[in-house]
């Protein structure tokens, strides 16, 4: 392998892949990233892969001979991080050697490898359901959702974010067993000739893992919103495709939890409040709140258009703030752990806000008011004891 390349390029494509190398590999390669250069497209080509999440960039390169070799991801990405930008970067490696010459302006380093015939394959679907995907829409489900979801390992299934893919639409949803988010989208898919439903596509559903998710909410970004996304699923294999870049995922196996039977079929009491005001004075409250138990209590009293916002930091402090509202309802105290209510509030895009509950002890409804957004999100109140 023979090349010249950008270092700044370079640089970038191995932050990217090195997303995806674990950092407690359980095979020696699978901390490395694979570099295959090809003289007949001219690009460089990177791959990072822990066999659950897989990351595959291009970069141009003037290549005078092909090869392929992989690198320790941690310590070439170092290297070449600390390169001058200005500076192009020749690499070159033996046919059967197993470490590579960098060369820039201000010196020569020699790195070595693994050969990468050791690099797992990284998994592409060639059959199954194939799909083009809006990628604004995609990362408005991922984003509103994802934060809902476990950390807790134990909880297998609750750390992914389910999708269920029905006909042109989308529901999005997460929880962690006490609180659910929901996002339902409409015309996610981009409506083309080459991209019409199948009648032989029935609605499906798959569970993918949070932290793969974070790295596709991260490609979304990039992407040009104008060009869909190509996506793949066969067999628990989810494949994201753009111009230069591809994204693998394995899906989580197991049936994800029925999360709409948690969802009240009516409610007696609603609250209508300003989005940001309620945030603002949440936040001011969480600072007492944060030193003891995270926990707020809201107090409603039917004889006024004010709501009361408390906290009770044992030995600490206490402090409240009153929000108008608009009720529809009786007086009523509920409590809420307060990062629970921020994390949700924060994704909602609407200025006015609607909380729906019937009692202290029964799950309480956060929605937008007179939204396009079809947006649910669920918390289980925390027991107060008067």
């Known amino acids: 392998m023979k090349l010249n390349c950008s270092q700044s390029e370079l640089n970038a494509a191995l932050q990217l892949v ?15 990233v694979l570099l295959a250069a090809d003289e007949v497209t001219g690009k460089l080509r990177l791959t990072g892969f822990d066999l659950s999440l897989g990351i595959q960039t291009s970069i141009s390169a003037s290549i005078e001979k092909s090869g392929a070799i992989t690198l320790p991801a941690k310590l070439f990405g170092e290297i070449v991080s600390k390169l001058s930008n200005d500076s192009p970067l020749m690499l070159t490696s033996d046919e059967n050697s197993q470490q590579v010459e960098l060369t820039s302006k201000s010196g020569t380093y020699q790195v070595r490898g693994m050969l990468a015939d050791d690099f797992p394959d990284l998994p592409l679907v060639e059959s199954g359901t194939s799909l083009k995907l809006n990628p604004l829409s995609l990362s408005s489900a991922i984003k509103s959702t994802l934060f809902a979801s476990s950390t807790d390992d134990a909880k297998q299934l609750l750390t ?7 006909g042109y639409d989308i529901e999005s949803a997460a929880t962690d067993g006490h609180r659910l988010a929901i996002l339902n989208l409409n ?4 409506q083309s000739k080459d991209n019409e439903i199948s009648s032989s596509i029935k609605k499906f559903s798959i569970t993918l893992p949070s932290k793969s998710l974070r790295e596709v909410e991260k490609f979304l970004i990039t992407c040009d919103i104008s060009k869909p996304i190509n996506f793949f699923i066969d067999k628990g294999q989810v494949v994201f495709i753009s111009v ?41 409250i969480a600072v007492l709140a944060d030193q003891h ?15 009361k916002i408390s906290t009770d930091a044992q030995d600490i402090g206490t402090g409240f703030e009153s929000l108008p509202v608009v009720l529809k309802g009786e007086s009523f ?13 924060k994704v909602i895009d609407s200025n006015m806000i609607k909380l729906s509950c019937n009692a202290p002890t029964t799950p309480a409804v956060f929605s937008p008011v007179n939204s396009d957004v079809n947006f649910t999100y669920l918390v289980m109140p925390v027991q107060i004891r008067n």
């Open 293 to 307: 138990n995270n926990v707020i209590k809201i107090t409603v009293d039917d004889n006024s258009n004010l709501i």
């Open 187 to 190: 015309n996610i898919l981009s």
């Open 160 to 166: 992914g974010v389910n999708l269920t893919f029905d």
């Open 18 to 32: 090195s997303r995806a190398v674990s950092n407690r590999p359980t095979h020696p390669v699978l901390a490395n």
């Open 333 to 345: 105290q509920i409590a809420f752990n307060v990062r629970y209510l921020l994390d949700g509030l």
């Open 244 to 284: 230069d870049e591809i994204i693998t995922i394995r899906a989580l196996e197991g049936s994800y939890p029925n999360y709409s039977q948690l969802l009240p079929d009516k409610f007696s009491n609603t609250l209508e409040f300003d989005r940001k005001e309620f945030i603002a004075s949440l936040e001011r």
